[in-house]
Structure formats: structure tokens, C-alpha cells
DNA sequence: TTGTAAGCGTTATCAC
DNA sequence: GTGATAACGCTTACAA
């Protein structure tokens, strides 16, 4: 380990520690030969600041606590990556918690990030209220990524569900389809509520009212979404477009259908929703609505680092948009 | 934030600050009353311990530096996931930093993460010498996973890439395949060319020698794997069969085929390299072989655990698989 | 500009 | 068992 303290480099260049201390951290004056007898004696002895003590003795840990959900997921994938990408060129790092989308779970990770006197705060998801984020840290600088607070005054990083869901389905309607199948995500899902409402409401513009029979639920992966479909085929309802909860969702819808001979886009179209790296690669490459995952999670990493230098920020909603390939058949230039 | 130091409850409970931290480490015995006395004390004030207090005392931060690479890939993503789920259960938690493939980031990374003080380390893949690590941490308890070092005694978690590579090459050949096509991966990079020793293996097992057309380079993208494809067709050498450096390389090349015109298996048969989640849902299903990257993550934190306690720990070579779907054609059971 | 000295909140080492 | 008291390594008034 490094045993060298500013004690020792004070010792070796000939002066007191606090001078080392300002050489080291070049916000006020010293005079030039001390400053270099200083750094001399850094690089000879091969001095390592203990950032542990400096954090003790200044109150700051250049530590950003992010707290996750189920890690694992693609687009909070995406998102802790472009937090960390976001933090990475300042002297900030981040540490992680994950909550798994259990709210005891989640409190305690939080508790573990402040009992680290983190100096600011991502949370990626979640659905601890906002009451208890509040409980938990009083003053702390805070974002929120991909979850929107009504009722409270923190700063979110997120997207329009309810403008993707209705762009996805518009989408689908202006390619002539009129019976369309949804695979909503999880019903608690804020995510899932808010597309469904777009949805709807793209529908209700045609005219169309929403089939129950048309609506089946997932838990955001490609099993729930084969077995979605398999659950649609048997209820003999026809329909001739699916929108997906997300695009691990359309995975699995897509290889259902593919299952039951029936082929994309030909007979079935489907659309996605996040827009992950696969899905262009898929065959046929899916048509999604894209979500900036990363660049959320690097906005989030910049609100952050500008609310410690007290700047303000305020909440921001990233615009997402629609991505077409090849999994949406155009029903309107039917060739007889 | 949150103000109460043990003192404040020391006074409370009546007792020295000492004999709080006795009861809060509760390793020695304490009179029953007292202990009472600090508990009570402790929830009533809500005291949180402040960690980088105790970290500084006792030399220990309960922290582990986890160093990645480039996030953003899945396996590698998998297993830093692997990491935080294995780490979950223990008063560690990981703090993480990004070298991104390169030796400069790396060092700054790493020293970033040793003057944090972190208790552990483990390090994914990643491309410093050994020698580098070792003058950056001595001593520290560390574990790389996904890499091996022939020249050092550090603990490494991996997998045989020359096996798998054999086995992925050696289902083509079963398969009946003889003119097999392999997109291997970034010259430089250990899995790339290991995986390629063992295809090569696997070829002259066979007696094939195998050709250089059927070669060609890719940086484990899907982009980098259609255009593999691309020039894999315009050099004219006819295959039957792809070796793909991974599954997102392979997706990529499928895409590609299928823009030729090309089916999978019936016209080229596709097989992978790590198994992940979306593979078993392409159309088809991709054959693939399966590394157990989150399991590989976990057995990181364990075994830093471990060594973290005194146990010892030995490198440890977990076992991947081959996973048969239906993107390889059987050519050994065509019916006329 | 520079040095002295008092913290920062715990843990650890002693005597008692 | 328990309580002083000295670390832990650094920052930061406060003087000089």
C-alpha cells in the first residue's frame, strides 16, 4: 500500500503540510520554489492523496452514489453507462447500489450511499415515493433518471411515454393497420401506463376503440412477450400489428409469431420500443421508437455535476423519436 | 444530511463514545444495560455512521473497486452485473471506474480507485501488464475476470476461449460443414486469437487446412460483422458456415446474409460466441456458445470476499457450453 | 505567502 | 467491561 502522507512530502521538500496541501490542490498562490520542491517530492516518494481522509476533513467525497434497478435491463443498462461516461471526465466517481425494483431493497441501498456521505445522487428508476428519498437525504443534490415526480420539487431526466406510445401506434395506424395488438409491461409500470395512454389515444384519434381483447401484459422480457403472443393467437382475435412494450419484448413476440408461421412484416407487423443495439440487426430490423438511454444518463451525470458547483438545473425531457426499419408492412400501397 | 456522531449518542446513553462503537461493531461483549442505552439512543437520534469516518479509522473503506472496460458490451456488462449481484449480500459495496480499453485510462482509473482505498479489487478484462497492476497495488487483494495472466499469481476468473472456439468450430464440422468461414474478432485481443486457435485446431483435426479468404476481422460489433460479410462475399471463396467472434458480430453477419439474399441455415449456417439474452431470440434462434459471464462476475466477488477474510482462492476456469438453436444447417442428414 | 493547530467522526490502544 | 486518549491523513481557519 502507499504509506506516503503530505506529512512525509512536507518533511522532504521543506515545508509545513498545509503548504503541500495548497500545492496539491492548486486553488491559491505558493510561491514557485516551494510549489516545485512539492512536486518533486509527490512524484519522488510516489505520493498518493488518501482520498478517504480528504474526504473526512473536507466534507466531500468526489463520490457520486447511482442507484440502479435490476441491472440487467438494456435501457438502464444504457443509462448507468452514460452516467458513468458523464462522471468520468470530472474527479467525481461513482458508486452503485441496486435496488431491484423492491422499495425495502431500495431504501436500504440508499441508506448504504448516504452512510457513504456521497456528495450527489442518480437514481436510475425506482419506485420508492418521493417522501422517502427525502427522508433519506435532506439536502443531497439529486437527479432522477427515466421516472417523472409530480408531486415533488427533484430535478428528473426523463422521456414522454405517453408521446412514444401515441407515435409508435400512430405509426402503425398510418400504415393502414387498424387492428392492433398491444403487449403493455408490468401494470404498476409507469412506463407501461404512460404508453398504453398513448396508445390509446392515438387509437380513439382513428376512431378505434381499444380491444381489450387486443391487450395482453409482460414483464418487459422476451419470454413475456412470446408468451404474449402465443396468449393473443389463442384468443382468436385477428390483428394484424403488435406494439411491444419494449423491443426485448418484440424479440420474443417476433419469434412467437415465427413459431406460427407467421411472418414479419407480411402477415404480422410489429413495433418496439427503446430502440437497443440488436434490433437493427434483427431480421427484418425492427421498427422501434428510439429512447436516448445514454444520453439520459450522461444529462443526468452533467445536472449533477453542475447542481455541485451550484448552478441549477432543472428537469429535462429528452425527445425520443421514431425509428423505421423493416417490421412494419405499409398496408396502404398494397399492390392487387 | 445527517448531523449525529457517536458522540451525541454517547452522551445520551450515558457512556463513552467507545463504548458506542463497541456496541455498534458488536465483535466485543457489553453490559446488556448499556448496550440498551446506545441502541435506544441510535434510533432516536437516527444516527447513520458516517463510513468514511470509519474507513479512515480502521484503515478499511468496505469498498471494492471494480475497473470495466468500454460498458456497453454485453458481456462485459454481464458480468460487472454479476459483480454488484455477488458483492449485494456483503457490507461491500462496488465503486466503479471505466479504462475503456486503453492502458492510459486504465492506470488513471486504477490509481483512482487505489487512492479511494478501496479493499479489493477486481478487474475486468482490460489490457495493462501485470507488472503495471502490481506497481499500482501492492498487496491489495485482487481478481481479474475474463483475462488470464500466465506471468503473475493474480486469481483470474475465465473461460477457455480456446475450447470454446474448438467446440463452436467443431458443431460446424459435425454438422458436416467443410468450407467454414470465421470472423474473428480484434487482432490484438486474447479472446479473438484464442478463439481462432481453436477453430484452427478443430479445421485440422479434420485435415483442412484453413484458407485465409474464409478470414476476416472484426471489432466484436454487429456493423463490424456485416461488413465481414460483405467482403466475405465479394472475395468469391465460397462457405457454408460462419464462425462469428460473438453473438452481436453474428448478428451483424446474419443481417448481411440476409440482405444477399442469403438464408440462415438453409443457404449459410451462423454460429456465435457468448450466448446472449437476445441470441436465443433472432430468427432463427442463434447457435451459439454460452459463456457465463454474470456467473464469472459473481464468483469475482465472491472470491474477493474470500480473500478479503483470509481464505485463499485459487484462478478458476468456469466451464462455457455450446448452445444448439437452428441457425447451423445439419448437412449430414439431407434428404435428396 | 506560509506555518500552526484545530478539527473531521471513527477505531484502536491502553490502563483501570 | 469501560473510558480516556491517541491515531487515521487531510483540510482549513487563524495568525504571523
Known amino acids: ?186 401494470s404498476h409500470h409507469a412506463d407501461a401506463i404512460e404508453r398504453h395512454q398513448g396508445y390509446t389515444r392515438a387509437l380513439e384519434e382513428f376512431g378505434i376503440v381499444p380491444d381489450p381483447r387486443l391487450m395482453v401484459e409482460s414483464d418487459f422480457s422476451p419470454d413475456s412477450g412470446l408468451s404474449a403472443v402465443r396468449e393473443l393467437i389463442k384468443r382468436g382475435e385477428p390483428f394484424t400489428a403488435i406494439f411491444a412494450a419494449n423491443d426485448l419484448t418484440a424479440f420474443g413476440a417476433r419469434l412467437a409469431l415465427d413459431q406460427h408461421g407467421l411472418r414479419v412484416p407480411d402477415d404480422v407487423s410489429i413495433i418496439g420500443f427503446d430502440d437497443q443495439l440488436e434490433s437493427a440487426y434483427m431480421t427484418p430490423p425492427l421498427t422501434t421508437y428510439h429512447q436516448p438511454a445514454r444520453e439520459m444518463g450522461h444529462h443526468a451525470a452533467k445536472a449533477i455535476l453542475k447542481l455541485l458547483q451550484g448552478d441549477e438545473f432543472l428537469s429535462l425531457q429528452v425527445p425520443g423519436h421514431l425509428v423505421v426499419r423493416r417490421s412494419v408492412r405499409d398496408l396502404t400501397t398494397i399492390v392487387h
Not at 73 to 79: E, G, L, R
Not at 109 to 117: E, K, N, Y
Not at 151 to 175: F, K, P, Q, W
Open 1 to 186: 500500500m502507499n504509506k506516503v502522507t503530505i506529512d512525509d512530502i512536507a518533511k522532504v521538500a521543506g515545508v509545513s503540510k498545509s503548504t503541500v496541501s495548497r500545492v496539491l490542490q492548486g486553488r491559491v498562490a505558493v510561491h514557485p520554489d516551494k510549489k516545485n520542491a512539492v512536486l518533486t517530492a509527490t512524484r519522488r516518494l510516489g505520493f498518493k492523496p488518501n482520498i478517504v481522509a480528504q474526504s473526512l476533513a473536507s466534507g466531500r467525497s468526489m463520490t457520486i452514489g447511482v442507484l440502479t434497478q435490476n441491472m440487467g435491463s438494456p435501457f438502464y443498462d444504457a443509462i448507468a453507462q452514460g452516467v458513468i461516461a458523464g462522471l468520468s471526465p470530472s474527479s467525481y466517481s461513482p458508486i452503485f447500489a441496486d435496488g431491484r425494483w423492491q422499495i425495502p431493497m431500495e431504501l436500504s441501498a440508499l441508506q448504504s450511499l448516504v452512510g457513504r456521505r456521497v456528495d450527489g445522487l442518480v437514481l436510475i428508476g425506482g419506485s420508492i415515493s418521493s417522501q422517502q428519498i427525502q427522508e433519506c437525504c435532506n439536502e443531497l443534490p439529486i437527479v432522477i433518471v427515466a421516472r417523472r415526480f409530480s408531486d415533488s420539487n427533484y430535478r428528473c431526466i426523463s422521456m414522454d411515454n405517453v408521446h412514444g406510445g401515441y407515435e409508435a401506434t400512430r405509426h402503425l395506424l398510418d400504415c393502414g393497420h387498424r387492428k392492433i395488438a398491444i403487449i403493455r409491461g408490468l
